[in-house]
């Protein structure tokens, strides 16, 4: 269920998108991002902060978008978003000396530290990865390009957390079984 919430905003845009083009696209996505967030808030009972800063975003950008009739500003959230994300991330571990990832998911996840710091990194890292090829694709394709790349760009997440998930489960302790 919670995978059909997460993709749902990006689908409808995409429908959106190929029938009326980029200004209705945008406006469904925004409408969407809304109704995502509310379905969120009703079954969590809150909004982490990475939901409400890409809320904030998506209703920023695309209200640019379409007040402004230019695609350009809808194109380049991602880049914004993912930067901002690399960045927050790398001056919390290496000037604050905080892990946000331990913050935000230690209680539901005990690991070593060094194993912390390493999905820390590999956050930093992925996060600018994204930034940079939307970046490189808003620069250097057509507006059809970009929202193929939106679509089809999902694999480098999933590919991602799956990555993950190989590399913590090894450091994640089961229950013993009894002698």
Same mark, same amino acid.
């Not at 406006?27 to 809320?55: N, S």
């Given at each position: 269920?919670?995978?059909?919430?997460?993709?749902?905003?990006?689908?409808?845009?995409?429908?959106?998108?190929?029938?009326?083009?980029?200004?209705?696209?945008?406006?469904?996505?925004?409408?969407?991002?809304?109704?995502?967030?509310?379905?969120?808030?009703?079954?969590?009972? *809150?909004?982490?902060?990475?939901?409400?800063?890409?809320?904030?975003?998506?209703?920023?950008?695309?209200?640019?978008?379409?007040?402004?009739?230019?695609? *350009?500003?809808?194109?380049?959230?991602?880049?914004?978003?993912?930067?901002?994300?690399?960045?927050?991330?790398?001056?919390?571990?290496?000037?604050?000396?905080?892990?946000?990832?331990?913050?935000?998911?230690?209680?539901?996840?005990?690991?070593?530290?060094?194993?912390?710091? *390493?999905?820390?990194?590999?956050?930093?890292?992925?996060?600018?990865?994204?930034?940079?090829?939307?970046?490189?694709?808003?620069?250097?394709?057509?507006?059809?390009?970009?929202?193929?790349?939106?679509?089809?760009?999902?694999?480098?997440?999933?590919?991602?957390?799956?990555?993950?998930?190989?590399?913590?489960?090894?450091?994640?302790?089961?229950?013993?079984?009894?002698?």
């Amino acid at each position: 269920m919670k995978i059909l919430i997460d993709f749902f905003p990006i689908l409808l845009f995409f429908g959106a998108y190929k029938f009326y083009g980029i200004y209705v696209g945008t406006a469904v996505l925004m409408a969407a991002t809304v109704v995502q967030m509310g379905l969120i808030y009703a079954i969590d009972r *809150r909004l982490q902060t990475m939901h409400k800063v890409t809320l904030v975003l998506i209703l920023l950008f695309g209200t640019l978008t379409l007040v402004l009739q230019d695609d *350009r500003f809808i194109k380049w959230k991602p880049t914004v978003l993912y930067g901002a994300m690399a960045l927050a991330l790398a001056v919390a571990v290496w000037v604050m000396k905080k892990n946000f990832l331990k913050m935000l998911l230690g209680s539901q996840l005990t690991l070593p530290e060094g194993v912390w710091h *390493r999905l820390n990194v590999a956050w930093i890292v992925y996060c600018a990865f994204m930034s940079a090829i939307n970046a490189y694709v808003v620069v250097n394709f057509s507006t059809e390009a970009w929202v193929d790349f939106k679509l089809w760009g999902y694999a480098f997440p999933l590919v991602f957390l799956v990555g993950q998930g190989i590399y913590v489960a090894p450091h994640i302790k089961g229950d013993e079984p009894a002698a």
